[in-house]
């Protein structure tokens, strides 16, 4: 089964800047879109942005302009570039396939934005 590892989050000041990485160990493009999403403490776990195997993307209208989604094919990783971070940007971001979530959810990867 494909495996799912999510990284690059961290602690940032609001108006920072970070970058995650989602590596998948096949290759799902193929098959599906994929999405990152993400799970702030008490709330149910929404969708951020997706991207297709054509490069096409959509954002969630809260991160829309300052989050970028992208993908590297040959490494099976895709990437959500997050600018102009919010204090309610803080949740644990994940990546799954889109529009369903097909495969296993990996660990996640902890964003924390404050002063």
């Known amino acids: 089964q494909v495996k799912l590892a999510e990284s690059g989050g961290g602690l940032v000041q609001p108006g920072g800047s970070l970058r995650l990485s989602c590596a998948a160990s096949?290759?799902?493009?193929?098959?599906?879109?994929m999405g990152w999403y993400r799970q702030a403490p008490g709330r149910k776990r929404e969708l951020v942005a997706f991207?297709?195997?054509?490069?096409?993307?959509t954002y969630a209208e809260s991160v829309k302009g300052r989050f970028v989604i992208s993908a590297d094919h040959a490494k099976n990783t895709v990437y959500l570039q997050m600018n102009s971070l919010k204090p309610k940007d803080t949740a644990v971001y994940y990546c799954?396939?889109?529009?369903?979530?097909?495969?296993?959810w990996g660990q996640g990867t902890q964003v924390t934005v404050s002063e």
């Open positions: 096949e290759d799902v493009f193929s098959i599906s879109a």
């Open positions: 799954n396939t889109w529009p369903t979530e097909r495969l296993s």
């Open positions: 991207v297709t195997n054509e490069g096409f993307s």
